[in-house]
């Protein structure tokens, strides 16, 4: 199972830091993604990282402003939000994906969805 933490309600230009919790084993053979799901929109695809954390993804409205991560040895994947805007306000969740050793961004590949975490942006 998988437990996001960290949301919260921040100024535009504020950051925020959300964590991932896993509890399976076997966290260290699958890529981690987090998704956001705004109000009346897809969840869409915010970031990705893979098993050994070697290889990331961002979302081209995210990319240098956020960065994804991912402690292993923990069992915790991160994502590190900068340079916040209204836009970003969702609800963020983290997944793994569902192939291990596979590296993919579509939301379709990714299951195991944890609990999401609320981030607003004010203006």
């Known amino acids: 199972q998988l437990q996001a933490s960290g949301g919260g309600l921040v100024q535009a230009g504020g950051f925020l830091r959300l964590s991932c919790a896993a509890s399976e084993r076997t966290f260290n053979t699958y890529t ?3 998704f956001r799901q705004a109000p009346g929109k897809e969840r869409e695809f915010v970031a990705a990282i893979s098993w ?4 990331t993804a961002y979302a081209d409205s995210v990319k240098g402003r956020f960065t994804i991560s991912r402690d292993n040895a923990k069992n915790a ?3 590190q939000m ?3 805007k209204v836009e970003d306000t969702a609800v963020y969740y ?3 994906h569902r192939v291990p050793k596979l590296f993919g961004l579509g939301k379709s590949e990714y299951g195991s969805w944890g609990q ?3 981030v607003t942006v004010s203006s």
């Open 32 to 34: 981690m993604g987090w």
């Open 52 to 55: 050994t954390g070697g290889r």
């Open 116 to 118: 999401g975490t609320l």
């Open 77 to 79: 994947v991160n994502l």
């Open 94 to 96: 983290c997944a793994n």
């Open 82 to 84: 900068t340079n916040l």
